[in-house]
């Protein structure tokens, strides 16, 4: 089922020309639960491998004895759980039986192992041209990869790994994803997802608008929240607009568009290599929508609210960081050189 945007609540431009400008159109990718195969594009999902070409590993994280929690046991916790809450209960009734409760302590504890050489990295997302044609790629490609190492690496986020690929070439794919033993937590390992891409239009964050523009805007925030006050409005009722939470950012996965930053102020990022510009290639988020960005629940979503961990929202079970998300830049001049990583 496609995934729907609702409209804006109003024509920012029409308030604000001087936006206008700089619209960029992003993707939102609307990861949906379900069984991707190589053919399709996920997050979570199998990868168009080639079997002779070696599956990547952390350098960083090899041998020795890892400290962390078992793939299978996060997702046998995930499994209990929804089948905990899917069923009915009496009041007052505890959620989870005693043997449950074993399988989902089990599933959050860490454990030591002797790993056996370096970690393989896990699949978090492809993106084939096809079902994309916005792709950012290299000529000759139709196919974005993207892998990461479970474990926390500098800045406390997963270290991403990408590959761009002609999906033609694989004519003898890997049957079978090679797992690590251990992974460092289970926020880092995404659910299998497909996706329902759609594109959108956004504006920047008012972090990145020039300071008179950001400060007419936060001026007009503010005489909302002072009708609604005059009014003896319900908080939240009065259909107060803000430009940050529903005019300018899309939250959740997305290809493209302007930078979510939202704890710290932008700051300059350029290619480690080159030194050239970056732009926004790939956003993850563990949620596509939150308590203050709901205007851009999906029309087809529109009877959930929450933000329950078995909802569409939060399709991918990932967690970066609180709650933030990790944004992976590419350099302007040249997809071969290193990619950029921020969280936000």
């Known amino acids: ?91 007052g009734a505890e959620l989870l039986t005693p043997q449950e409760r074993v399988v989902v302590d089990r599933g959050s504890a860490e454990v030591r192992i002797a790993q056996a050489g370096p970690v393989p990295l896990i699949p978090v997302a492809q993106l084939y041209a096809a079902d994309v044609p916005s792709l950012p ?106 430009y940050q939470y529903d005019l300018s950012v899309a939250p959740g996965c997305k290809l493209g568009g302007h930078a979510p930053w939202s704890f710290s102020d932008p700051f300059p990022m350029a290619c480690p290599e080159c030194g050239a510009d970056v732009r926004p290639l790939l956003t993850l988020d563990g949620a596509e929508w939150d308590g203050g960005s709901g205007s851009w629940r999906p029309v087809e979503d529109a009877g959930y609210t929450g933000l329950h961990f078995l909802g569409p929202a939060c399709s991918t079970q990932l967690t970066i960081g609180r709650s933030y998300n990790l944004q992976i830049y590419v350099c302007t001049a040249s997809y071969d050189h290193p990619h950029v990583q921020n969280m936000q």
Do not use: K
């Open 1 to 91: 089922m496609s995934r729907t945007t609702p409209p804006r609540p109003l024509d920012v431009t029409a308030l604000f020309p001087e936006v206008a400008p700089l619209a960029r159109s992003a993707v939102r990718l609307h990861p949906r639960a379900g069984a991707p195969t190589v053919a399709d594009s996920s997050i979570g999902g199998p990868l168009l491998w080639p079997a002779e070409e070696p599956w990547p590993t952390c350098l960083d994280h090899v041998g020795g004895r890892l400290r962390g929690i078992a793939p299978d046991d996060v997702r046998l916790r995930r499994r209990t759980l929804a089948e905990a809450w899917n069923r009915p209960r009496a009041e």
């Open 137 to 242: 790629r290299p000529p000759g490609t139709d196919l974005l990869q993207v892998l990461w190492c479970p474990f926390d690496h500098e800045d406390y986020v997963p270290a991403a790994r990408l590959r761009w690929r002609a999906s033609a070439e694989v004519t003898d794919p890997l049957r079978a994803t090679p797992q690590p033993e251990l992974i460092g937590t289970g926020d880092y390992l995404p659910e299998p997802c497909l996706l329902h891409p759609e594109t959108v239009t956004e504006y920047p964050a008012p972090h990145e608008l020039p300071e008179d523009l950001a400060e007419r805007i936060e001026l007009w925030e503010e005489s909302q929240y002072s009708d609604e006050n005059d009014e003896d409005d319900e908080a939240g009722d009065s259909g107060t607009v803000d």
